[in-house]
Nanobody
Framework: QVQLVESGGGLVQPGGSLRLSCAASGLIFGSFTMNWYRQAPGKAREFVAVITGSGGSTNYADSVKGRFTISRDNAKNMAYLQMNSLKPEDTAVYFC?????????WGQGTQVTVSS
């Protein structure tokens, strides 16, 4: 059974940090590009970060560049999103996505709330 499970969300004060994790199972993890997306209330889902299968290349949305870092551990079938200097506008449900050719897999999401 193919599955992506996010964890690590929660409530954090502005300026704080969180590390999201995405555990993958049932797929050849290293062959998939991994993405993080987020969706704030009343807004469309938006791209946050991407990392290639080998981990050799990453890219970020301008809104998170310099604050967020995407990484992966192919030996553990895990992807991560380290989020620093969090802002209230980072509040959203964060989703991991595994993509290869025409296959796109999604997790259930984890809530991140940035508030004082």
């Amino acid at each position: 059974q193919v599955q992506l499970v996010e964890s690590g969300g929660g409530l954090v004060q502005p300026g704080g940090s969180l590390r999201l994790s995405c555990a993958a199972s049932g797929l050849i993890f290293g062959s998939f590009t991994m993405n993080w997306y987020r969706q704030a209330p009343g807004k469309a889902r938006e791209f946050v970060a991407v990392i290639t299968g080998s981990g050799g290349s990453t890219n970020y949305a301008d809104s998170v560049k310099g604050r967020f870092t995407i990484s992966r551990d192919n030996a553990k079938n895990m992807a991560y999103l380290q989020m620093n200097s969090l802002k209230p506008e980072d509040t959203a449900v964060y989703f991991c996505n595994a993509y290869r050719a025409s296959v796109s897999l999604w997790g259930q999401g984890t809530q991140v709330t940035v508030s004082s």
